[in-house]
């Protein structure tokens, strides 16, 4: 199975996922080819958010999937399938 996951820090999630560092991953990201690996499967527990909090000030964004504002927040968990 294969999904798209969004992240604010991607590197470091590359890093941490494929126990590589971040600089091996600059220089795969540098070859400007596609470069599949497999790697342990790992748990991702998602966030949906209707508010968020940037430069100091609080936004409101809109219900996109229609959750309803006491569903459309929670929290967000990253775990190895290890723990």
């Given amino acids: 199975m294969s999904a798209l996951l969004a992240s604010q820090s991607w590197k470091a999630l590359a890093a941490w996922a494929s126990e590589q560092s971040e600089e091996d991953i600059d220089a795969e990201v540098a070859t400007r080819r596609t470069h599949n690996a497999s790697i342990d499967p790992v748990l991702v527990i998602t966030t949906y958010s209707l508010v968020d909090v940037v430069d100091g ?22 775990l190895s399938a290890a723990q």
Avoid: E
């Avoid at 999937?65 to 967000?76: I, N, R, V």
């Fill in 57 to 78: 000030r609080a936004g409101r964004y809109v219900d996109i999937y229609g959750l309803g504002p006491m569903k459309a927040s929670f929290s967000t968990q990253v």
